[in-house]
């Protein structure tokens, strides 16, 4: 077990992208970390691997996106991310030639969380920023004191199939409203390149 937990703790540039401090923002951090080190992977620098969240929206602790992007350089600019909107707090990350893992966190660990101040306050209605300091470092410290067993479980997907979008550069004007759309996005309407919304198609 390792009881290095100082690199479990995001940079400062990551709660300045995340905007507050949290336990779910640090709690991503370390899954993305982790998942690196089973994938046997770098930060991607590029657009290499894939994450599959299983978070949905409108419940709380979707913050765990924002430290998995933050350390696995998967992030929703490079379309490395995406999420299910199953509302679970879970991930698989995927990387050509390596077998996907799934990481999720533990129901016992949840229980435990959930019994923190922080918690409380949050279920009130106070947002994370408004969370006195010390109240949110007691959860934060409290998880990190944690073994990664004891927060994660694990598991290999070598059944898990992702098929990267291939790349273009190719794009077209859209003969409705003048502006450039990409390609595989140009619909086709009484024989002109249109986009997706001036053509009335969903997609
Ligand atoms: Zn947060
Ligand atoms: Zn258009």
Redesign the pocket.
């Known amino acids: 077990m390792s009881t290095d937990t100082k690199r479990y703790v995001p940079p400062e540039w990551a709660f300045t992208f995340h905007g507050h401090r949290c336990p779910f923002m640090p709690l991503g951090y370390r899954m993305g970390l982790l998942a690196l080190e089973a994938l046997g992977v770098g930060r991607d620098p590029d657009h290499t691997l894939h994450v599959v969240c299983e978070l949905g929206e409108g419940h709380p602790q979707t913050c765990l996106m924002d430290g998995i992007q933050a350390a696995t350089g998967a992030t929703l600019g490079k379309t490395l991310i995406e999420k299910t909107g199953w509302g679970k707090l879970a991930a698989t990350f995927w990387h050509p030639g390596k077998t996907a893992v799934r990481y999720a966190l533990r129901a016992s660990f949840l229980d435990e969380l959930g019994k923190f101040e922080f918690f409380a306050q949050r279920k009130r209605g106070v947002e994370p920023s408004g969370i006195p300091a010390a109240v949110t470092q007691e959860v934060v410290d409290w998880s990190l004191g944690l073994s990664d067993d004891a927060i994660y479980s694990v598991t290999p997907r070598p059944d898990f199939v992702y098929q990267p979008v291939k790349g273009s550069f190719n794009k077209t004007l859209?003969a409705?409203?003048g502006?450039c759309?990409f390609e595989r996005y140009v619909r086709v309407q009484d024989g002109k390149p249109?986009?997706i919304?001036?053509s009335g198609y969903l997609r």
């Open positions: 859209c409705k409203c502006e759309v249109v986009c919304p001036c």
